[in-house]
């Protein structure tokens, strides 16, 4: 089994420390983030990164002082330590207008064909996706919505399939959502949307996943099918716990689920991911990739509060998904 | 001003009764259907109708005996006696496989282009609109779901605008619904989806749309623009109270709302409609329309129990909506 992508062997790494029996670690230095990285803001988490020219270039949820959340973009050269723009990103519309966001929250970015893409958590009405490109980090062209409210957890492929573009996302409601499953949609133009189906819905045996789910980091091509992390929550007398999983789907119909992790991966422990704005939050947001080395490093918010790294090794992650999976029913169908 | 359409000079009628002070008035045979109407079903109400050959056809939501709610056929002569199937409607999709919805209701109806769609609320992992044609009203053919969860009310124009399928529709949740705005989407093909705009929101310096609107009968195209009833919710200690208004839509960007009732047209007063099933309900679905006359017929869910019909005349309704206008924030824009 193999990543289907290219070689980048400067992502962030470190080998997995001696005695860890889980197939995935976390960064030493963890967090690689902390409260009020800018003048103007508090907090920066639930981030995406892509990589860009000799290093790699980021879209940051940003909560400023006034509490509101925003998107920046930042930049690094070892993809660990970011320099991250105070000011958020002002947005234009295809007809050149200012297209400003009310608020903006929990981006994921991805190239495809060469132009970066951005999904976000937008104002529409109501809580909705945003949908954007930049081709240089310096201007940014907002597109149009692609759903109607309510809605979050946008994700895009890195690429198209059987030629549309396919976006995951997690119907919502205007609060904190008490439920959520996994959606996908696809698009000949990345306006117009249809064909959707579910793919993946909240529960499972285990408690961990129980409240809802949605997708986390741009999928990973492999051979055994497209490799998504994804966050679950599961509620308690004192609020939500996100943790995150991981799912494998089939490469032609991404809409089937193959495997899918009976047990979080990954779930708060840490002081920075259990304590914070928002205690008990593992959200991941993006996955640096390398082909040759099978190396994933995982950019994912803690606490609302902190960025941090988590480290896989794909054929080792990838046999573990396959045989700790458990399946609910509509997952491996083409439900609609 | 006069309406864009057809002369349908068999519409239901009744005149205006001599005293009535108001611009919409009720059948005097009200309610047109009542409890236990064919032997499977317990109420038929929320429902649609079209001209079809010499009379009328319509999609009936009829609550089963088992308490869930289906859709069915029904034919009329004279657009208020009717005869309703006993069974649910069967769905095949465009391959010709079965493609049956767990639950249907609150179906809308419209000839397009010598066509007969209908856009109904469906499960797809929660509540979302289901699409379908029928061209002889014996086979039905399911088409893909316009949107994701969670929506209800959607109501496709009668005829494409700028050459694009326009679809208005509530987004919603998984339960009652506390909230909901009505939204406009296009589409080129009825599959895809895209450019949505916040038509209108709930609200308003009166109470009787302060929790949600959603739109109503299919728009009937005059010379001052769309007309639209869309039906509004007061909350209240114990329940929703719904009522109904109209508004005026801009022809070109219907998107851009010219002028909306400020108080409401038709409020729960009636038997009828202050007890059913679910008590103060009026829910219209449906409106046929006269373009010699200025006619209206309106159908109207009564108490989640009942059809009931009421009359407008298209002169009279359309000076009193632009004489009792209120328009909130965002509703004369292309909100996106």
């Known amino acids: 089994m193999s990543i289907n992508g290219k070689s980048l062997k400067n992502i962030p790494w470190q080998d997995k420390p001696l005695g860890c029996n889980s197939v995935i670690w976390r960064h030493k230095g963890n967090p690689i983030i902390v409260w009020n990285p800018t003048p ?9 990164v892509v990589p860009w020219n000799s290093g790699f270039a980021g879209i940051f949820r940003a ?3 006034d509490g509101k959340a925003q998107i920046h973009v930042g930049f690094s050269s070892d993809g660990v330590n970011w320099n991250i723009e105070d000011e958020p990103i002002v947005w234009h519309d295809e007809d050149g207008n200012l297209y400003q966001p009310n608020y903006s929250y929990d981006p994921r970015i991805v190239e495809l064909e060469g132009i970066y893409y951005i999904v976000w958590c937008t104002d529409f009405g109501g809580a909705s996706l945003g949908l954007g490109v930049t081709k240089n980090f310096k201007q940014f062209t907002r597109l149009e919505n692609p759903f109607i409210p309510f809605n979050r957890n946008g994700v895009l492929f890195p690429r198209k399939v059987n030629g549309k573009y396919l976006l995951l996302s997690r119907p919502s409601d205007t609060g904190h959502t008490p439920f959520g499953d996994i959606f996908i949609s696809e698009s000949p133009d990345l306006v117009h949307w249809g064909r959707h189906r579910r793919v993946m819905q909240k ?17 990973i091509e492999t051979t055994e099918g497209w490799l998504l992390f994804y966050h679950g929550v599961s509620g308690t007398c004192n609020g939500f716990v996100y943790s995150f999983g991981a799912a494998i789907l089939d490469i032609e119909i991404p809409s089937k689920v193959l495997y899918r992790t ?8 840490m ?15 993006a996955a640096l990739h390398d082909s040759e080395t099978g190396r994933i490093a995982i950019y994912y918010g803690a606490a609302d509060t902190y960025s941090a790294l988590a480290y896989a090794k794909e054929d080792e992650l990838i046999n573990f998904i396959k045989s700790n999976s458990e399946l609910l029913p509509g997952d491996a169908e083409e439900y609609r």
């Open 63 to 65: 909560d400023h002082k």
């Open 262 to 269: 009976r047990d979080y991966l990954l779930t708060p422990e």
């Open 40 to 48: 103007k803001t508090a907090r920066i988490y639930n981030s995406s």
């Open 203 to 219: 529960g499972g045996s285990g408690w961990w996943q129980s409240v809802k789910i949605g997708a986390g980091a741009v999928p």
């Open 271 to 285: 002081s920075y991911e259990t304590s914070g704005f928002v205690p008990n939050v593992v959200f991941p947001c």
